[in-house]
T-cell receptor, first 111, second 113 residues
Framework: AQSVTQPDIHITVSEGASLELRCNYS??????LFWYVQSPGQGLQLLLK??????LVQGIKGFEAEFKRSQSSFNLRKPSVHWSDAAEYFC?????????FGTGTSLTVIP | EAQVTQNPRYLITVTGKKLTVTCSQN?????MSWYRQDPGLGLRQIYY???????DKGDVPEGYKVSRKEKRNFPLILESPSPNQTSLYFC????????????FGPGTRLTVT
């Protein structure tokens, strides 16, 4: 079965610092990969996606992610975090008509 | 405005009392799906539908039913709710003609006592 692992349950960063959220997936072929963000009390919003081609993808709100096939990873990055980035972040995989989500990483931003 | 709507947003019910959570989208999407979100478990797919009259089980279908009689609607039915179905439920829709992006509804907070 497919699986998505987000090893970091919670991360705290200072405003203006860089950010990297980790995501590893388990799937035989190259899956379709996504990062979603969930603000408190809200639904999920797509940040970016990877299907094929350039392994570095750009998303909204200044986020980017890099697909590394050899490591089965799709880590999310942002060079400079803003206080409004505090939220829950989910990595997801689409495979076999289904979506599989990681357990999420909660991001706290301190001034 | 393109959106996915869910009703009700909050529901408290008792064990065994049948309930339906409605989901509707106005984007003509083929794909619709239901998820439950529980602390520490992320989102888990309950059921999905590739198109009208085509539904299939996700990872946690036990205790749930769905139907897709119209393209825009995808109700979630709990025929005999139990306390372990207390959760936050999200409906989502998407089109796979280009992006595979899912659009999520605002969520339904269900409590079963």
């Amino acid at each position: 079965a497919q699986s998505v692992t987000q090893p970091d349950i919670h991360i705290t960063v200072s405003e203006g610092a860089s950010l990297e959220l980790r995501c590893n997936y388990s799937y035989g072929a190259t899956p379709y990969l996504f990062w979603y963000v969930q603000s408190p009390g809200q639904g999920l919003q797509l940040l970016l996606k990877y299907f094929s081609g350039d392994t570095l993808v750009q998303g909204i709100k200044g986020f980017e992610a890099e697909f590394k096939r050899s490591q089965s990873s799709f880590n999310l990055r942002k060079p400079s975090v803003h206080w409004s980035d505090a939220a829950e972040y989910f990595c997801a995989v689409y495979a076999g008509n289904q979506f599989y989500f990681g357990t999420g990483t909660s991001l706290t931003v301190i001034p | 405005e393109a959106q996915v709507t869910q009703n009700p947003r909050y529901l408290i019910t008792v064990t065994g009392k049948k309930l339906t959570v409605t989901c509707s989208q106005n984007m003509n999407h083929e794909y619709m799906s239901w998820y439950r979100q529980d602390p520490g478990l992320g989102l888990r797919q309950i059921y999905y539908s590739m198109n009208v009259e085509v539904t299939d089980k996700g990872d946690v279908p036990e205790g749930y039913k769905v139907s897709r009689k119209e393209k825009r609607n995808f109700p979630l039915i709990l025929e005999s709710p139990s306390p372990n179905q207390t959760s936050l439920y999200f409906c989502a829709s998407g089109t796979f003609q280009s992006s595979y992006e899912q659009y999520f509804g605002p969520g339904t907070r269900l409590t079963v006592t």
